[in-house]
């Protein structure tokens, strides 16, 4: 039976906006991915935006539940 895993990563996301003058600009977002493993294959993919650099208790809280549900998914194979 294939093994059910979680892995976070600290990554930024780019996104390309159109400025104010029309020309496309390209903003980065920090964040925390959690990425479900089921063997093998990538089976899903969640991103957590991190408001700063420096995280709050929201992002806290917010990363919490995250790997709450993440890791009772993992579990539900065992």
Request: aromatic share 8%.
């Given at each position: ?62 990363l919490i539940t ?13």
């Amino acid at each position: 039976m294939p093994e059910r895993v979680v892995q976070l990563r600290w990554v930024s996301r780019a996104v390309t906006v159109d400025s104010v003058d029309g020309r496309p600009e390209t903003l980065s977002y920090p964040g925390i991915a959690l990425v479900r493993h089921d063997g093998d294959r990538v089976v899903g993919e969640a991103w957590l935006p991190v408001g700063t650099e420096e995280p709050t208790f929201a992002d806290d809280e917010a990363l919490i539940t995250a790997l709450h549900t993440e890791w009772s998914w993992s579990q539900r194979a065992a």
